[in-house]
């Protein structure tokens, strides 16, 4: 099973040990295209802080960040998933899992990033601020610029198992599944249904979204549950609880859309 996770806007701070090699992230094929972005973003931070700042979307409370652009080269490096922080994150809560869940998740997830392009949760990186939806001068567009290397990078990535899609809108731009990885891939949005005069309303809330989806991967990782298809995700989501409504493709090459239906948010 591989698991694809949206980065976090907020990081916890870089680390104190040896800084970045790029070489050492998952998926290699990714690595000229992560050092263009590297390359580029940092240049533009250090060059025109104001222009970084605009490029990157950045609030005046965050010019901060464009310092700590500046510094990727040499900033100590941490694993990504405990670089990432935020409502996914600390549902997933990644710390407390026992030994073979870590090893699980090692194995299974990958952090979408505009930087990056995706990295393995313990792959050491530094902290940093760069959106998928960021428009550099010389690159262009985030998402267009990986969906090159992605297009064979992730297929692999992924082998012949389920693909569970849990990025926001942003990151699909960068790697869409086709084909038969898009027939084994599920993607999921969860809805808060309550009774509004009696009658079943029910919508997307973005806190819960991205809570409740850190709790289904970290329930997945800590039983072990090792589903092989969509299919056998939903009966596996059932049986840990979860109310699931699955909207199966009407044709090949279309990936399966689960709703998982809360009540309570908490």
Not at 49 to 68: I, P, W
Not at 130 to 157: D, F, Q, Y
């Amino acid at each position: 099973m591989l698991v694809l996770l949206p980065p976090s806007e907020g990081k916890a701070p870089s680390g104190r040990g040896a800084p970045l090699k790029l070489e050492s992230l998952s998926l290699p094929a990714l690595a000229p295209a992560r050092q263009a972005v590297l390359d580029e973003l940092v240049d533009l931070c250090v060059a025109d802080e104001e222009k970084a700042r605009g490029v990157l979307g950045l609030s005046e409370g965050l010019r901060g960040e464009v310092a700590k652009n500046t510094e990727l080269r040499t900033a100590g490096a941490r694993p990504a998933g405990e670089i990432y922080t935020g409502v996914l994150y600390d549902a997933l809560d990644l710390a407390t899992l026992d030994a073979p869940a870590k090893r699980r998740a090692a194995r299974s997830l990958l952090v979408f990033s505009g930087l990056w392009g995706a990295v393995g949760i313990t792959d050491r990186i530094p902290s940093y601020r760069c959106s998928m939806g960021v428009k550099l001068p010389g690159i262009g567009a985030l998402g267009a610029h990986w969906r090159t290397p992605m297009a064979s990078a992730l297929p692999e990535a992924a082998g012949d198992g389920l693909v569970l899609d849990l990025r926001s809108s942003a990151y699909t731009a960068a790697w869409k599944p086709k084909g038969e990885v898009a027939d084994r891939t599920a993607t999921v949005r969860v809805l808060h249904s309550q009774l509004v005069d009696g009658v079943e309303k029910r919508s997307v809330v973005s806190h819960f979204n991205k809570a409740t989806k850190g709790r289904i991967v970290r329930s997945l990782l800590a039983t072990g549950t090792q589903p092989k298809n969509p299919a056998e995700l939903v009966e596996a989501l059932r049986d840990l609880g979860h109310v699931v409504e699955e909207q199966a493709p009407a044709k090949a090459g279309k990936a399966w859309a689960l709703d998982v239906v809360v009540r309570e948010i908490h």
